[in-house]
């Protein structure tokens, strides 16, 4: 796959996410993006949240405490929620810290993380909820 820009892949991301059921809702800072889609007839939620790091001077760690309120108010105590970091060349330790950001119990309102980098179009993310196919693909 070839590079892209943070337009693009934002563009092709709602069109994907749209076409599996999510709605677009209003993020907080420091999402750029926020989706929702309700499972098993509307009583378990799975949201999908995406922020620009490439120029954030925030780690991520602190990014996860900003934006772990907004998901625990749209998941409530059940769902899943997934919180995708974009990057442009991550290192391998900043990875590392995202891949290892997480909270609450399986099907209790959890939160994963994960990294796309938009240079290699490669992403880094646990298969928990099968979040990377029912995210990039």
Do not use: C
Not at 35 to 42: H, N, P, V
Not at 79 to 92: E, K, N
Not at 102 to 114: D, F, K, N, R, T
């Amino acid at each position: 796959m070839t590079m892209q820009n943070l337009g693009q892949f934002y563009n092709g991301l709602s069109n994907r996410l749209a076409n599996k059921n999510y709605i677009e809702v209003r993020p907080v800072p420091p999402l750029d993006l926020g989706f929702l889609k309700q499972t098993m007839g509307g009583l378990i939620p799975k949201v999908v949240g995406l922020t620009n790091s490439i120029n954030s001077t925030d780690s991520p760690t602190t990014t996860f405490q900003y934006a772990t309120p907004w998901f625990k108010k749209l998941l409530g105590t059940g769902g899943a929620g997934a919180l995708v970091y974009i990057y442009w060349q991550p290192t391998a330790t900043t990875v590392d810290e995202i891949m290892n950001l997480g909270s609450g119990m399986l099907g209790y309102g959890q939160v994963v993380a994960g990294v796309y980098d938009l240079f290699s179009n490669q992403y880094w993310m646990s298969d928990h909820m099968n979040w990377p196919q029912e995210i990039f693909h």
